[in-house]
């Protein structure tokens, strides 16, 4: 009984090897340029040359993070304040119990 590996003939697991390692290299490309886009290292025009389901899913995550980043800025515009209540009413009361 002939081997299944015996009957594939070398050039073509080799050229299998090599789609295989040019499409997973194509695949960082792409990520690495997404990343680069979305850190600000290059313009978002950039993104037309990632795949369109990849830019989709960028777009929503940064969307999410501009999101969750105007929420971040209102809580320490709040906590903010509330620190600065607290220290007036410190300096209120420590300027009382100095009189």
Do not use: C
């Amino acid at each position: 009984m002939e081997n299944a590996q015996n009957t594939v003939p070398a050039g073509s697991s080799l050229t299998s090897a090599v789609e295989r390692l040019d499409n997973a290299l194509g695949a960082l490309e792409g990520r690495i340029k997404a990343l680069q886009v979305k850190a600000g290292e290059l313009p978002a025009d950039s993104l037309d040359l990632v795949d369109a389901a990849e830019a989709e899913r960028l777009k929503a995550e940064i969307a999410a993070l501009k999101s969750r980043e105007k929420l971040l800025e209102e809580a320490s515009r709040g906590a903010f304040e509330a620190l600065g209540v607290a220290a007036k009413d410190i300096r209120h009361i420590l300027s009382e119990q100095a009189a």
